[in-house]
């Protein structure tokens, strides 16, 4: 990683990328077995047979676990570690074994706290693609932020 990142270092419209995982079958369902326990996340079969997803998908929620592997990765140097205070995430596309991922986070806003003169917080919006460049999560998340020490 690189040097610490401070709240002074962002501003709207800073990127970072990182990227890029494989999706593999097996992964999607031991983590469908150990915390999204829905036949289509973990029997081929049965993910086919739905009609939204048409084969085995991956969990919403694994897809978020892979996604803050890689946010980890592009801005894990903040100062204070990846802290969040509160976001929204929307999964526009289903994810598949054998799909390659990859995250574009894009700085919205910065704003120093009011009442905490030492931090401030950052709302970044982290959009995962598949290979075929199609968002297939989008995460807009405020992160809190240490100031840069005097």
């Not at 694994?62 to 980890?72: D, E, I, N, Q, Y």
């Not at 120093?112 to 693609?129: E, K, W």
């Amino acid at each position: 990683m690189s040097e610490a990142i401070f709240l002074e270092d962002l501003f709207p419209g800073r990127r970072f990328t990182a990227g890029s995982v494989m999706v593999d079958a097996e992964e999607v369902k031991r983590f469908a077995a150990l915390y999204d326990p829905q036949p289509f996340h973990m029997d081929e079969e049965a993910g086919a047979a739905h009609p939204l997803f048409g084969r085995l998908a991956a969990s919403g929620w694994h897809t978020a676990g892979m996604t803050m592997r890689m946010v980890v990765q592009a801005i894990g140097g903040i100062s204070g570690g990846i802290v969040g205070g509160g976001g929204e995430i929307q999964w526009t596309k289903p994810v598949y074994p054998g799909d390659t991922l990859r995250v574009e986070i894009e700085v919205l806003e910065v704003a120093p706290s009011r009442s905490r003169p030492d931090r401030g917080s950052a709302l970044m919006r982290n959009t995962t693609f598949n290979q075929h460049d199609e968002p297939v999560q989008i995460f807009t998340v405020r992160v809190v932020v240490p100031k840069r020490p005097v």
